[in-house]
Nanobody, 127 residues
Framework: QVLVVESGGDSVNTGDSLRLTCVVS???????????IAWFRQAPGKDREFVSA????????GAGASAKDRFSISSDNSKYMVVLEMNNLKPEDTAMYYC?????????????????WGQGTQVTVLL
């Protein structure tokens, strides 16, 4: 059974930084490397939005408009972990952040492309 667990969410001030981690268990090492791990976020009353994704085996990354310039994604394959570094946070970054694994097909930015989701970690950015 694949389990996705996020952590690192917090309440911070505008301009602060946060480091979110996503650990995926239940995959073999080669399966983890072949997978695509993504971050999405959902603010109250809004649709879930693609943030960023990485292919652990190749290091290739992708980012949505919200993540460009301020967020970066990386993986520590030995720990089955993906890290989302968020800098210069703004109140509009306030959301529940979800990690997704189990990429099947399609675009990395599509929710339906992922089969395994975590419970989310809350990020709140205060004015």
């Amino acid at each position: 059974q694949v389990l996705v667990v996020e952590s690192g969410g917090d309440s911070v001030n505008t301009g602060d930084s946060l480091r979110l981690t996503c650990v995926v268990s239940g995959l073999t090492f080669s399966a983890f490397e072949r997978d695509v791990i993504a971050w999405f976020r959902q603010a109250p009353g809004k649709d879930r939005e693609f943030v960023s994704a990485i292919s652990p085996g190749t290091g290739r990354t992708g980012a949505g408009a919200s993540a460009k310039d301020r967020f970066s994604i990386s993986s520590d394959n030995s720990k089955y972990m993906v890290v989302l570094e968020m800098n210069n946070l703004k109140p509009e970054d306030t959301a529940m952040y979800y990690c997704a694994a189990g990429f099947t097909s399609g675009w990395w930015s599509e929710e339906k492309a992922f089969g395994h989701w975590g419970q989310g970690t809350q990020v709140t950015v205060l004015l």
